[in-house]
C-alpha cells in the first residue's frame, strides 16, 4: 500500500479523455495532488502499513490532473472533458446574478455554449499542495497556476488576501446567516467551499466573487449510486465504494485513519479514509437540514447511505496547509456548517448559527480539545469539534496500471493485463474489467489498451 517509483512514472499517463470518456465514466474524480505526509503537526516521512497515521491521502495515487493548453484562451482537462475559461475577469467580480447572466452572452474560441460551473465541477480544479500563509508571499494558490491564471484579493480595495472566491451555480436550497439565500463557492486561496450570500454582503453592499467559465461534459457530478446489499454502496459514476453506514461515533483525525484501514467489511480489507475530492463528490447539494422544502430536509447525502447523526461533519484524508502547522484536516459538513457570529460585532454576543450550508467543505484541528475554541475558529468562527465521523471508501483511485488498485505496480496487474486486457485495438472493457482498470492499462494514452500498452507494463517490470 504505498507508491513505487514505477506507480508515479505510469500515474503521468492516468485518465485521460480517450480513456475516461470512451467509457461513459463521466464522473472522474482528479486527485488532489497532496504528496506529502503529515501527523497532526507538521511533515514526516510517509509512514508504513501499521504505523501510525498510514492510510492518509499521499499514500494512495489517484488520477492525476491533465491539463492541456489550446492556445486560445482556454484549458481541457482531458481526466474530466471539461473545457475551462483560462483568464477570469481579475480586476472586477460579479455578483452572482451578473455571473449567471454572462454565461449567455459569453464568448470564448469560438464557442458560445459556456456556462458557470456548479460546485463539483469547479472543485475539481481545486489542488490541495495550496498553502495560506500570513501574506500572499507565504501562501500558495489551490489551483494549478501553470494553466490558470489567479489573483489574491485586492488589499488595497478594503479586502482580504484571501477575498479570491469563485462563484458556483449551485445554490442552497436552505438558508444562512440571518436568513440568507446562499451560493456555494470555492476559495482558492484558502482551499474551502463556503455558502456565501447570494444577494447582500457584509455592510449591505452587493455580495461579488470572481467567475470562470466552463463547458463540455454536462454530465459532471452526477451520481449512480448501487446498493450492494452488503453494507456497501457503488457509486457507478466515479467506480469508488462506499460503506452504507459511518462508523457510528465521532474521532481525531489518526483514529479516522486508523478505523478505515482496519475494517473489514463486506469481506473485504483495503477501506481507507477518504481524500477531500472523494468525499465531497458524495455531496447531495439538494439536500439540507434547513431545506425551505420539507421533501429536501435531510442530511446532504443520498437516503441510500446512513447517518448517525444529520448535523454530522466527516473527516477526509487530506492534509489542510492552512497557518503554520499541518495540524489541521479537511472535513465535509453533511449537515449545517455552524459557527459562531458575533452579532452585533464587537457586541461579545455570539450566536451559533448556520453560517455556511450543509455541503461546505472546511477544516478542523487533527487533535486537541473543543473546549479551547469555545467560539469556533476565523471570521465566522467556525465551529470547532476535532471529533468528526469516518464514512470509509475504497476503489480504483491509484495510478496507471496498478489494475489491482493495490497501491504498487507488480507482476499480478501484469498477469490482470494479458487475460483481460490484451490485445490489438481494444476500445472498451471486456467482460469482467472494470472501467477504472482499462483506464488505467492505457499507458500510451491513445484511447485503446493493445499489445503496446503490455510492453510498456512488461519494461516498467524489468521484461
Not at 489542488?127 to 489551490?142: I, Q
Not at 462506499?242 to 481525531?252: E, F, L
Amino acid at each position: 500500500m504505498h507508491r513505487t517509483t514505477t506507480l508515479l512514472m505510469l500515474g503521468m499517463g492516468a485518465g485521460v479523455l480517450g480513456c475516461g470518456m470512451a467509457e461513459g465514466q463521466e464522473y472522474v474524480i482528479v486527485d488532489t495532488g497532496q504528496v506529502d505526509c503529515y501527523d497532526d503537526v507538521t511533515e514526516v516521512a510517509c509512514p508504513g502499513a501499521g504505523a501510525d497515521f498510514f492510510g492518509q491521502d499521499a499514500h494512495y495515487a489517484g488520477l492525476g490532473p491533465r491539463y492541456r493548453d489550446n492556445g486560445d484562451g482556454t484549458i481541457t482537462d482531458l481526466v474530466t472533458g471539461l473545457m475551462w475559461q483560462q483568464t477570469p475577469d481579475l480586476d472586477n467580480k460579479s455578483t452572482f446574478a451578473e455571473a449567471m447572466a454572462g454565461a449567455e452572452t459569453f464568448d470564448l474560441a469560438g464557442y458560445d455554449d459556456w456556462r458557470l460551473p456548479s460546485i463539483k465541477e469547479l472543485y475539481s480544479l481545486i489542488d490541495f499542495r495550496g498553502h495560506t500563509g500570513m501574506n500572499t508571499a507565504e501562501s500558495t494558490p489551490y489551483l494549478d497556476t501553470t494553466y490558470f491564471d489567479f489573483a489574491y484579493g485586492d488589499e488595497s480595495a478594503g479586502e482580504r488576501y484571501i477575498d479570491a472566491q469563485y462563484w458556483s451555480s449551485t445554490e442552497y436550497v436552505g438558508l444562512t446567516m440571518g436568513g440568507d439565500p446562499t451560493v456555494f463557492g470555492v476559495n482558492f486561496a484558502d482551499g474551502r467551499i463556503k455558502g456565501y450570500p447570494r444577494d447582500t454582503g457584509p455592510g449591505g453592499a452587493p455580495f461579488t466573487e470572481f467567475v470562470r467559465y466552463v463547458r463540455g461534459n454536462p454530465n459532471y457530478g452526477a451520481n449512480q449510486f448501487v446498493d450492494q446489499g452488503n453494507g456497501a454502496v457503488l457509486d457507478a459514476a466515479t467506480g469508488l465504494v462506499w460503506m452504507q453506514t459511518d462508523s457510528g461515533a465521532a474521532m481525531d483525525w489518526e483514529a479516522a485513519l486508523d478505523y478505515c484501514t482496519s475494517l473489514d467489511l463486506a469481506g473485504i480489507d483495503d477501506w481507507r479514509l477518504p481524500n477531500a475530492k472523494e468525499l465531497q463528490s458524495i455531496v447531495d447539494y439538494s439536500r439540507a437540514p434547513d431545506a425551505g422544502d420539507p421533501a429536501q430536509q435531510g442530511p446532504a447525502i443520498d437516503p441510500v447511505f446512513q447517518m448517525t447523526g444529520a448535523e454530522s461533519y466527516f473527516w477526509t484524508s487530506t492534509t489542510h496547509l492552512d497557518g503554520p502547522t499541518a495540524g489541521w484536516a479537511a472535513y465535509v459538513c453533511f449537515g449545517r456548517a455552524f459557527g459562531w457570529m458575533e452579532q452585533p460585532p464587537g457586541s461579545g454576543n455570539h450566536v451559533f448559527t448556520n453560517v455556511h450550508g450543509a455541503g461546505a467543505q472546511r477544516s478542523d484541528p487533527k487533535s486537541g480539545d473543543p473546549d479551547d475554541y469555545p467560539y469556533g475558529h476565523g471570521p465566522q468562527g467556525d465551529d470547532v469539534r476535532i471529533f468528526n465521523y469516518v464514512r470509509c471508501v475504497r476503489g480504483c483511485s491509484s495510478a496507471a496500471g496498478d489494475i489491482d488498485c493495490d497501491g504498487e505496480v507488480t507482476s499480478a496487474d501484469a498477469q490482470t493485463f494479458s487475460t483481460q486486457l490484451s490485445g490489438p485495438g481494444v476500445t472498451a472493457p471486456p467482460a469482467g474489467a472494470t472501467p477504472e482498470a482499462f483506464c488505467k492499462a492505457d499507458l500510451d494514452d491513445d484511447g485503446d489498451v493493445d499489445l503496446r500498452d503490455f510492453g510498456t507494463l512488461l519494461a516498467s517490470l524489468g521484461g
